[in-house]
């Protein structure tokens, strides 16, 4: 039997659930249902490893004229960053009953939220007034009967309402792995399911991109090839690092208070060399200081709005290793520990967690279990805007936590069947045992998550990744 219902409130507003509805299952119609065969047909290609369609299932929305079989008014105070148990049942007659709980804000506001969450639809809870003055999200895990609660509607400009003097070390960043690898490819190849422009849309602030140096060396030509590994990243031909570097700037554009972390490597085949590499990203792309951050160093949000951050991942040529007095040219990253479970760059800069060989079913619990410890390690960040000295004179690293993994000769550990167990477990660890200490003590720290580089979100319209990690950062918000 599922436990009672728990709540936990990550926004910085205080609320009060006053309303409990059970509703009766879906009725599903009868005859033939084209929509079984596609699913039969997906579940055939996906156990084969030639798509992927596992996702969170899917849940249809409780029809408009739906009356509940039974409710009752409650006025249970849910306090900000705080978890409240409570009597509800989850279900009363059958499993599959859907429930509606509607929450009152400290003005008067109140917003509903339908459980489970349909999977094609944002999660957002449904304002029950015009122009209401806050909006929150919320993922139901119904396994464990447990709702979270997150001020994460505004994904497209979540950075807006943060202090200009927060470093990014102390973000909770959503991200993606090999971020362009979105088009048709081999399985072992793809990693991502929508493209970086509807990433970047929902709440995406950290991409992972891996690059080839064409031959003959050109250092005339901007021209550059998207891979992973020493693969293309299209079955339909190459695409161009230009169209993304594009892709990006009108984004920052059109969203000035937002900023983009952007990992490059140089991968593929051929002699090119990162020395090349760094001479034509100097060349061509690097030229405007009001589109990049590159000096050596972890900037504040304030002094990177509106700017692409360099994490480099590659050597420079002896020229630009004088960049910025000597110091190099952007967020040395360059080396740390081959797949790792918590490794420190020499720069001091970036904390990392890659540990990506994950050869057999057993390796995907360690990873998972990595994961965790590198949130945790990250959430103990002390800046807060009440306390911004608590950081002075020491460096706030980016904490920069991998849940990609595979092993190219098994079907079952390729990009997106290793997402399929990693990122349900990840977002369950964000909304019910985050920065959580033994009995349930809150720790101590803002609860950032760093940056979490994520393979295969978004996939049939499944979020709830990206809005648990962006909803981490309401510790951070000014009041």
């Given at each position: 039997?599922?436990?009672?219902?728990?709540?936990?409130?990550?926004?910085?507003?205080?609320?009060?659930?006053?309303?409990?509805?059970?509703?009766?299952?879906?009725?599903?119609?009868?005859?033939?249902?084209?929509?079984?065969?596609?699913?039969?047909?997906?579940?055939?290609?996906?156990?084969?490893?030639?798509?992927?369609?596992?996702?969170?299932?899917?849940?249809?929305?409780?029809?408009?004229?739906?009356?509940?079989?039974?409710?009752?008014?409650?006025?249970?105070?849910?306090?900000?960053?705080?978890?409240?148990?409570?009597?509800?049942?989850?279900?009363?007659?059958?499993?599959?009953?859907?429930?509606?709980?509607?929450?009152?804000?400290?003005?008067?506001?109140?917003?509903?939220?339908?459980?489970?969450?349909?999977?094609?639809?944002?999660?957002?809870?449904?304002?029950?007034?015009?122009?209401?003055?806050?909006?929150?999200?919320?993922?139901?895990?119904?396994?464990?009967?447990?709702?979270?609660?997150?001020?994460?509607?505004?994904?497209?400009?979540?950075?807006?309402?943060?202090?200009?003097?927060?470093?990014?070390?102390?973000?909770?960043?959503?991200?993606?792995?090999?971020?362009?690898?979105?088009?048709?490819?081999?399985?072992?190849?793809?990693?991502?399911?929508?493209?970086?422009?509807?990433?970047?849309?929902?709440?995406?602030?950290?991409?992972?991109?891996?690059?080839?140096?064409?031959?003959?060396?050109?250092?005339?030509?901007?021209?550059?090839?998207?891979?992973?590994?020493?693969?293309?990243?299209?079955?339909?031909?190459?695409?161009?690092?230009?169209?993304?570097?594009?892709?990006?700037?009108?984004?920052?554009?059109?969203?000035?208070?937002?900023?983009?972390?952007?990992?490059?490597?140089?991968?593929?085949?051929?002699?090119?060399?990162?020395?090349?590499?760094?001479?034509?990203?100097?060349?061509?792309?690097?030229?405007?200081?009001?589109?990049?951050?590159?000096?050596?160093?972890?900037?504040?949000?304030?002094?990177?709005?509106?700017?692409?951050?360099?994490?480099?991942?590659?050597?420079?040529?002896?020229?630009?290793?004088?960049?910025?007095?000597?110091?190099?040219?952007?967020?040395?990253?360059?080396?740390?520990?081959?797949?790792?479970?918590?490794?420190?760059?020499?720069?001091?800069?970036?904390?990392?967690?890659?540990?990506?060989?994950?050869?057999?079913?057993?390796?995907?619990?360690?990873?998972?279990?990595?994961?965790?410890?590198?949130?945790?390690?990250?959430?103990?960040?002390?800046?807060?805007?009440?306390?911004?000295?608590?950081?002075?004179?020491?460096?706030?690293?980016?904490?920069?936590?991998?849940?990609?993994?595979?092993?190219?000769?098994?079907?079952?550990?390729?990009?997106?069947?290793?997402?399929?167990?990693?990122?349900?477990?990840?977002?369950?660890?964000l909304c019910r045992s985050h920065q959580l200490g033994d009995g349930g003590r809150v720790k101590d720290g803002n609860w950032s998550t760093g940056i979490v580089v994520t393979d295969w979100v978004g996939l049939g319209g499944d979020w709830d990744l990206a809005r648990a990690v962006v909803g981490m950062n309401a510790k951070l918000v000014r009041k």
């Open positions: 039997m599922a436990p009672n219902v728990t709540i936990r409130n990550f926004s910085n507003n205080p609320l009060t659930l006053v309303q409990v509805e059970h509703f009766d299952p879906h009725k599903e119609e009868g005859g033939f249902q084209m929509s079984n065969v596609t699913m039969a047909l997906g579940n055939v290609t996906n156990s084969l490893g030639l798509t992927n369609s596992t996702t969170r299932k899917d849940v249809p929305e409780i029809d408009a004229n739906a009356r509940p079989f039974e409710s009752r008014n409650l006025d249970i105070k849910i306090p900000p960053f705080s978890i409240v148990n409570t009597d509800i049942r989850p279900t009363i007659n059958k499993s599959d009953e859907r429930l509606r709980l509607t929450f009152q804000t400290d003005l008067g506001g109140k917003h509903q939220l339908y459980c489970p969450v349909p999977t094609q639809h944002t999660a957002s809870l449904v304002a029950l007034a015009e122009n209401p003055k806050y909006r929150f999200t919320g993922i139901y895990l119904p396994e464990h009967s447990f709702v979270s609660l997150f001020n994460t509607s505004n994904l497209e400009e979540w950075q807006r309402e943060l202090p200009d003097n927060t470093p990014l070390g102390a973000l909770s960043i959503p991200g993606s792995h090999n971020s362009p690898t979105h088009h048709q490819a081999p399985p072992s190849v793809r990693c991502q399911a929508v493209s970086p422009k509807e990433q970047l849309k929902n709440g995406f602030r950290f991409f992972d991109v891996r690059v080839q140096v064409p031959e003959p060396f050109n250092p005339g030509s901007d021209h550059l090839n998207l891979v992973h590994s020493a693969f293309p990243i299209s079955l339909t031909g190459n695409k161009h690092f230009r169209d993304l570097y594009n892709d990006i700037l009108q984004f920052l554009r059109d969203h000035p208070s937002e900023t983009l972390i952007l990992s490059l490597k140089r991968e593929g085949t051929g002699k090119g060399t990162d020395e090349q590499f760094s001479r034509i990203l100097k060349n061509h792309y690097l030229k405007d200081d009001r589109q990049w951050f590159t000096e050596p160093r972890v900037p504040t949000l304030g002094e990177a709005r509106g700017k692409i951050v360099l994490l480099r991942r590659f050597g420079l040529e002896e020229e630009l290793r004088r960049e910025w007095n000597g110091r190099g040219l952007g967020i040395d990253a360059q080396n740390w520990a081959d797949n790792t479970p918590n490794a420190t760059c020499p720069s001091g800069d970036v904390v990392v967690q890659d540990f990506y060989e994950v050869l057999e079913r057993p390796s995907i619990d360690k990873k998972i279990l990595y994961a965790r410890e590198h949130l945790e390690r990250s959430g103990c960040c002390a800046f807060t805007p009440e306390n911004p000295g608590a950081t002075d004179g020491k460096k706030v690293p980016l904490h920069v936590n991998f849940l990609s993994a595979s092993n190219f000769w098994k079907v079952n550990t390729w990009p997106e069947k290793i997402a399929a167990e990693v990122n349900p477990a990840i977002t369950e660890h």
